[in-house]
């Protein structure tokens, strides 16, 4: 299992670096050409949530992406350090309501482009795994 790790400061000029690189990997890995664009797109729209969700919150961390190549699946994940609400349990400095719907409306967009999505979020953070399936290497004919 390779991974890829990269941590950028949470800047928007930093989120096209990430979605080259995860394109890039990506490819590497085996992920079909077809699904490269929605790669591309699913991990700027979750670094950009992430960057936006560290500013509101005045988080001077880095955003966290991880690329995981495994034996039949290449993996994204996104993570960031802002408090999310957790019910029931009084969270100041969370996201507030017009955030939280901003957040909802962009965790849409990345679900109408991944099939299989996990979304975790916490008091000390959060993290979008987003997995695509790859093809086995072809090797040419020696």
Known sequence: MA??????SALPEHVRTA???AAAVARRAGVDEAVLDEVRLAVGEACTRAVGLHQHVG?????????????KQFSIEVGDEAPHAVPGA????????????????GLAVI?????????????????IRMTWPTAPAVLPPV
């Open 3 to 8: 991974t890829v790790e990269l941590r950028f």
């Open 19 to 21: 979605r080259l690189v």
């Open 59 to 71: 988080i001077t961390a880095p955003v966290k992406v991880a690329l995981i190549e495994e034996e």
């Open 90 to 105: 009084g969270n100041p400095g969370a996201v507030d309501d017009a955030e939280a719907e901003e957040d909802e409306m």
């Open 111 to 127: 679900s109408g482009l991944v099939d299989d999505v996990e979304v975790t979020a916490g008091e000390d953070g959060g993290l």
